[in-house]
């Protein structure tokens, strides 16, 4: 045997043969894929191969179950898929996320490292596909066209449940806390970006609270539509070579590995060919991404300065600002989240253009959709959790800025209006800006108001507080 022998095994498809490297539990397929798609470098999330290996696991155990496949070969299957969950093999799974329509080649990648793992715990060669074969036995009544979408639906949710959903609990609990350290610190509002009535910090942080919670919300109704499942409608929808009650148990399988109520489509072809719920989830996620960038804008208004901006609160200094200018902090964890945001917008219309692109009984853009909704869903989990640790946690308020522009606002005479009508309150504003006298001044000297009235009239505190319930 010479060296070259040594290093490589002989595998075989419906194209002819080729070399695998010995020590590769991928094989042909996978090898074909790597030649054909050398389009980013980036492999597919680690998220995206625990939902496969799930599926596997679970059609493996009903494909025992009911007599589809060997008992001994579903048990090594199934002991495979959990080293696999367990991070053993990662770097066998090695197709480039720009493949092949549909998923085909990260399909046979999955399917080849199990059948060849499960070799290797049956005693038998890798490679030796006559005993566990990827396509017979590891993907016995499967098709890449309802594995896939499925596999969106599972690797979603475990993102939503593991990343997301934590870090807008966080979040959200932050900014409460916030909200009542504040509460009693009267800033000016600003519209138009310029000065309005005056209003309370801590209110601004309950709104951020408050619109992050109505976010969440809607992301939980649009996951509901992730947990009916196109599985076991084999190549077109319709259940080719699968046993009658294989669909319903690898559902079953599913959601108790996940802890979610998956059930069965009730159309197995409209479930296959709609990626209509991805982009009901990724829309939410659009919109939770909107208000993110819109509230880190917002901390960076706020924190501007120190000398020639608002700064009405402190963001905390994580790091140095700049390379040139000494003492400068700069807003970055809110930039950071901007950004973040963006790239999920940008992931937002590539998922909605794939998702129509599809034809008759199969989209083929799902490789794109699967990478761009589980990593929108795993990076903003990582950004809300990064802005909640490093920047919202530690915000203070500048109680005196924040006064002082309350007091100097020109937007204080809308208090007026009800007493000496909107356009005598007009003419004292006007006065007002072009004097320097303060409106308290101009108001009594025009003999508009006693002093006892306006006192009363332009309370910050009772002019910040928000209506009763």
Not at 158 to 185: G, M, T
Not at 251 to 270: D, Q, S, V, Y
Not at 312 to 334: H, R, T
Not at 339 to 361: H, K, N
Request: glycine share 8%.
């Amino acid at each position: 045997m010479n060296e070259k022998e040594n290093k490589y095994r002989i595998e075989k498809d419906s194209m002819g043969e080729r070399q695998i490297p010995k020590e590769a539990y991928y094989g042909i397929q996978t090898l074909r894929a790597i030649e054909n798609f050398p389009i980013s470098g980036i492999k597919p999330l680690p998220t995206y191969i625990d939902a496969c290996i799930l599926i596997k696991k679970a059609t493996a155990i009903a494909n025992g179950e009911l007599g589809c496949i060997p008992s001994d070969i579903s048990k090594g299957i199934v002991q495979a898929a959990d080293e696999v969950l367990k991070g053993k093999f990662r770097d066998q799974f090695v197709v480039d996320v720009y493949q092949a329509g549909a998923g085909t080649s990260h399909h046979m990648n999955v399917n080849e490292v199990l059948a060849n793992r499960a070799l290797e715990i049956l005693g038998k060669d890798k490679g030796n596909y006559k005993e566990v074969s990827p396509n017979d036995r590891v993907n016995y009544g499967q098709s890449t066209n309802d594995v896939i979408p499925t596999a969106i639906r599972v690797g979603s949710l475990l993102a939503l449940e593991h990343s997301l959903y934590p870090a807008l609990d966080s979040a959200i609990a932050i900014l409460q806390n916030k909200a009542d350290e504040f509460q009693h610190i009267v800033k000016s509002g600003r519209t138009h970006m310029q000065d309005a009535v005056p209003v309370r910090l801590g209110e601004g942080f309950r709104a951020w609270a408050q619109i992050l919670q109505d976010h969440f919300r809607r992301i939980k109704t649009a996951e509901q539509d992730l947990y009916n499942l196109g599985l076991g409608g084999s190549a077109a929808g319709t259940g080719l070579n699968t046993h009658p009650n294989y669909r319903h148990r690898v559902a079953e399988l599913l959601g108790e590995f996940i802890n979610k109520p998956l059930r069965t489509a009730p159309h197995l072809m409209a479930a296959m060919q709609s990626m209509s719920p991805f982009v009901s989830v990724s829309g939410s996620l659009r919109n939770l991404a909107q208000d993110l960038v819109k509230i880190s804008h917002d901390l960076r208004l706020m924190d501007s300065g120190p000398k020639t901006g608002l700064k009405e609160i402190q963001l905390p200094p994580v790091q140095p600002g700049s390379s040139i200018m000494p003492g400068k902090y700069n807003p970055v964890m809110a930039e950071m989240t901007s950004m973040v945001c963006f790239q999920v917008m940008g992931y937002d219309s590539a998922i909605a253009l794939a998702a129509q692109a599809g034809q008759l009984e199969l989209n083929v853009m799902m490789p794109l959709i699967a990478y761009d909704l589980i990593h929108s869903i795993e990076i903003l989990g990582n950004t809300i959790k990064a802005l909640s640790d490093r920047c919202l946690s530690g915000i203070t308020a500048r109680r005196d800025r924040c006064l002082a522009y309350a007091e100097g606002s020109l937007a204080l005479v809308t208090a007026l209006n009800p007493h000496i009508g909107y356009l005598n309150a007009a003419a004292v504003a006007k006065e007002s800006l072009e004097t320097g006298k303060s409106i308290r001044e101009i108001v009594l000297a025009k003999s508009l108001m006693t002093e006892a009235e306006l006192a009363q009239v332009l309370d910050l505190e009772k002019m910040s507080n928000l209506p009763a319930k």
